[in-house]
């Protein structure tokens, strides 16, 4: 085929070539490639943006419920004829938390005839891939459908993946709420953050007196203390008709606990010897890590001990709700004639809460402002912030730019990072490590303290595999669930019941949010699906829509173009020079063929468009306007950005000048 005919084949798409502006007869990209380009950038966004979106997700674990069988909606019809709907079932029904896009988001619904109770209701933090989410909550409409029926609010312990979510929920579900004194405080705390009208009524409960607390006419329920890396954290045993479900919250073994107060594996063994437990759902978060977490938290006390007898200031980064491990820091501080300053608004509200419940101890004379920390000389300088995951706006990143209001970290100052990488944050730690080090910072890790000859500086909140083996063999439950975990997690977490627990196969159940668990004495089955997913949320706290989501990841890989015109009603002419903007696509000043090209096309098409119609439809016109401008703009550059065209018909006299 020759030359001339290759490019009459690469002409646009039309039914009458005719009547399209020149500049669009000159393109060689046809327009089914543009339409294909845009379907595969449409495909990725959608990817992308429908990640907390949940439906029937792929689950063919052999731990599913189904014998590896992927659950299908002609299930949902086919369970009415199962033996386990012939009497009344305890239902157990995930709303977040397992198998996510990420740990967070913990929330679980157990239902008994016309009852709900609600254990945790987490956020999670959804990183890059949103772009402009901060945080995603679980969808509730079906409970928000069924509160009259919601009996209580359950809560494990403080941390946000658990509680970060009950600030919104709580306005649509407003039922009694029931936790440890420092749960409930940290809590409230964060319903000052927002603007709602409900306020429920709190129960302190104290996990150390075993209190069997009646809630509705089913349920009864029981704190019982467990170790984590926050203070007061439980499991919850809840007592139904069918028979009792234990909660395990997140936990580790610790055999020296800051506050002195033990994982209470006695009650639990208690429990399980004279009522027995019909089914245990257990977090996985480090259920692959292989052995015991047999660290002590004193272990870290003693660590920082040994830094602050260094010259210079030392300045410590860790999560803010540690704050056992900020007893210890207050400690070694005024053991080592140091003062301590904080610095992070989490970091300080956490303290305050944690001084208000008790929770903590603080030396006297220890504690300073951070304005009046910095006239001290160095040698009794601490200061305790955030940002040990490397986030760009955390205090620890402002003392390296130099950003923060007090303190530029300098090269006597002694930088320790008292937390692991959450995974994905790696590159974040390492970017904020380096900043230090380029600074002269000695810089002290959890992973490279054998480098600086320095004692323990972390542990994990939670049980590795063997304390998972163990609790499981104290609870002895005739069913096993696990939650709280990524899908590899759960799924490894069900092989560890089966194999080292010697937990019945067919007892151990794999699930997917929205997956409803029903339980008589003696059966278990996977019965059915209800709606579930996720409601994003901003840094100011307002809701974000799936459009909205897919906008910003559309505009974050192709950018966005905008073409506004503005054209005499009367004459149909531009009364103005198109103006055209481009926002992450393409440089202007450096495109100017590429501008005037769309200039030229969009004079032709106004021109065309009221030369041949006595009345002309703006929204036909934008949609023409857009599809053509992306057609160009795509054969010029291979690229699909979100195209926008504003037309503004202004009432004019016939005196008025076309623009040239």
Known sequence: ???????????????????????????????????????????????????????????????????????????????????????????????????????????TAIQYEDEIIVIDMGM??????????????????????????????????????????????????????????????????????IEGSVKPFFNNVNPDTHEKIRVGKHFSIEFVRVNHSIPDSTAIIIRTPIGNVLHSGDWRFERDPIDEKQFDKTRLSEVAAKEGFLVMLNESTNCEVEGRNDHSEKEIGESFDQLMKREGRIIISSFSSQLHRIQSILEAAKKNGRKVAFSGHSMIQNLEVALRSNVIRVPSDVIMKMEDIIKLPDRQVTVVCTGSQGEFDAVLARMITGNHKHIKVKNTDTIVLSSNPIPGNEQFVVRTVDGLMREGSDVVQNRTRHLDDCGLLHMSGHGSYDDHVELIEIVNPKYYVPIHGEFHMLNHNAELAVNSARIAKNHVFVLDNGDILELTK???????????????????????????????????????????????????????????????????????????????????????????????????????????????????????????????????????????
């Not at 845009?38 to 029937?56: G, T």
């Not at 941390?159 to 407003?174: E, S, W, Y």
């Not at 926002?583 to 032709?604: A, H, M, P, V, W």
């Open 1 to 107: 085929m020759n030359k001339q005919g290759n490019q009459n084949n690469r002409q646009p798409d039309s039914k009458n070539n005719k009547n399209q502006p020149k500049v669009l007869l000159q393109t060689n990209a046809r327009r089914g490639e543009v339409q294909a380009a845009s379907r595969r950038n449409s495909e990725l966004v959608n990817k992308k943006a429908s990640q907390h979106i949940i439906d029937i997700p792929v689950n063919k674990s052999p731990f599913n419920g189904l014998e590896g069988r992927q659950f299908s909606a002609s299930d949902q019809k086919r369970v009415i004829t199962l033996p386990i709907k012939r009497e009344k079932t305890l239902k157990i029904i995930p709303m977040g938390g397992l198998g996510e896009m990420g740990i967070g988001k913990n929330m």
């Open 522 to 660: 003696n059966d278990a089955a996977r019965t059915g699906r209800i709606p579930v997913g996720g409601v994003m949320y901003d840094r100011a706290g307002s809701e974000v829509s799936e459009v909205v989501l897919k906008d910003r990841i559309h505009m974050s890989h192709e950018g966005m173009f905008i073409v506004v015109l503005t054209v005499s009603k009367k004459t149909g002419r531009l009364l103005t020079s198109p103006d055209i903007i481009s926002r992450g696509f393409i440089y202007l000043r450096d495109s100017e063929e590429i501008i005037n090209t769309i200039r030229t096309y969009l004079r032709q098409k106004i021109t065309q468009e009221y030369a041949a119609k006595p009345k002309v439809d703006i929204d036909d016109l934008k949609k023409s306007v857009r599809e053509d401008v992306a057609h160009i703009l795509f054969d010029k550059t291979s690229r699909t950005p979100i195209v926008i065209p504003v037309i503004n018909e202004i009432e004019t006299s016939l005196q008025s000048k076309p623009a040239s």
């Open 124 to 193: 999670l933090f959804p990183g890059s891939d949103y772009p402009g989410i901060n945080y995603i909550i679980p969808d509730t409409k079906w409970l928000e459908e069924r509160k009259s029926q919601v009996k209580a609010l359950l809560f494990t312990h403080g941390h946000l993946d658990h509680i970060g979510a009950f600030k919104h929920i709580v306005q649509k579900l407003n039922a009694p709420v029931y936790s440890t004194k420092f749960t409930n405080n940290m809590m409230e705390r964060q319903l000052k953050e």
